[in-house]
């Protein structure tokens, strides 16, 4: 099954062995929650489904590589305990808390979630000597004599043996107490992750148009070339990094993340292009409604790869500047329940009270919230960078007060400085708005409704910045191209459904 498809299938487990009755008990016995274990090639995303189950699920996770560790970190370290067996004192050894099993008691010490998962990875590529360790492990759920704690479900993960020469095979007193779910890559359930996780588009657009070149790996006489899914990810955020500080990118460093010599070459040729492209139809005056008319007509004659290209490119900035528009848009929404908590606290203020001082507390509240929240990882990225700028703009708001400054002049400075947020928060908005319709004028001079359209109206419909954006802002356009578009995509896989039963009736008719 793909990686999508075993993320259901371990959710749903999750939530199975999770489940209590009335009375408090687990739904399945522990002794019955058999452990998962993943089987799939190396890239494919094992562990990155492990983050979103937790998350999702309102869990804690621990993953760990087992290959990295030796029977001592794992198992823990022997020691003399003295013991009396009828009557008779005797010296026996039991072992300390593993580090593995510790690290799931701080989880829960941390972050004060008492179920999660323990994720353990390349699980069939231990060392002999950890070997019995890792089969004890999934056979009875301990390591050592230290039992996993109840409420933690075991996810193991390993490569098929064709993938790694240090696999170890699983004896069938283990495989009879394991759920075994083989995942294989699938191109399209990775662009729902390279879209959610805004991978550079140059990666997205370069796979639409290679799908071939998404997933190898082979071994010849020049030794073993690969390209996973991985190092797709690995080298866009590269990329992106690359763009920002205006480094260059050659297929030496390319090649560092793709291992195979004919998708390197191919996707460093198509990454020269791209940033070609970029200049040369100059992108940013096309979003600002500034297109020369030399520039509509190249894109007019150019090949479909360049015009894909050109798409990706447009889109790229389209949503640079929805995520601005919804950044700004959230950072205001946070300001603005800090100011009503400051309204609530001014009114509770007594007369001779400083609400200065007042607010400077509860910035530095908020400040230590955000430290313990984010220590404790219940604040994804993005949450967490909302928050700290919010805070900074409190704080800069608090800094504008005076010591003497009474309650009313006090709560104006702060609210004039929301008010400039919320023009910021509607300058964004309206530089996105007009980007839209600029790209839309650009779009229909030069590709009307071809094909490039039905792409371009497909993403915006998908992007995890572009769709929130346009649920809150009208773009009528967008509206009607939807609605075309999808009513044509209908009809024409209505003809195919009809030519295959046209198909299908000759070859019947064929028989008589």
Known sequence: ?????????????????????????????????????????????????????????????VAYTITHHTRQSAVGLPFIRQKTYGGVEHSVTEYTMSEIIASVYEKMERTGLKNGILFIDEINCVSET??????????CKTFGNQAVPEGWVIVAAGNPPEYNKSVREFDLVTLDRVRRIDVEPKLSVWQEYARAHRLHPAVTAYLELRPQHFYKIENDVD?????????????????QTCDALELPVDEGVIG???????????????WAL?????????????????????????????????????????????????????????????????????????????????PAELLRTQCAGEERALADDRAAGRLTPADAAVTAASLKLLQGWAARLEPRMVAEDAFDTVRGGFNAQVRRREDAVAEAGDALE????????????????VVFVNELALGPDSAPWLADNECPRFEEYSRRLLLRQGEDELRAELTRDDLRAGEHSADF
């Not at 009375?23 to 890239?43: E, S, T, Y």
Request: hydrophobic share 40%.
């Open 223 to 239: 030794g073993l070339q690969f390209v996973t899914a991985r190092g797709w990810e690995d080298l866009s955020v590269f990329l």
């Open 274 to 354: 791209y940033k070609k492209y970029h200049a040369d139809y100059g992108v940013e005056d096309i979003l600002q409604g500034k297109p020369a008319d030399a520039v509509v007509a190249r894109a007019m004659d150019a090949a479909f790869d360049e015009r894909m290209s050109l798409v990706s490119l447009l889109l790229a900035g389209l949503n640079t500047r929805f995520a601005s528009a919804r950044r700004a848009d959230a950072v205001t929404d946070a300001c603005y329940q800090q100011l009503r908590a400051y309204k609530r606290a001014l009114n509770a203020l007594p007369e001779e009270g400083n």
């Open 438 to 453: 600029h790209a839309f004028d650009f779009m229909e001079r030069a590709f009307e409704t071809g094909q490039e359209m």
């Open 256 to 270: 560092q993340y793709l291992r195979h010599p004919e998708v390197r070459r191919d996707f460093a040729a198509y």
């Open 1 to 61: 099954m793909d990686i999508k498809r075993a993320k259901e299938e371990i959710k749903r487990t999750v939530q199975a062995y999770l489940a209590q009755d009335g009375d408090g008990l687990p739904r399945i016995p522990p002794v019955r929650q058999r452990p998962i274990l993943l089987m799939g090639p190396p890239g494919v995303g094992k562990t990155q489904i492990m983050e979103q189950i937790a998350a999702e699920c309102g869990i804690g996770l």
């Open 130 to 139: 950890l070997a019995p360790t890792m089969l004890q492990f999934l056979q």
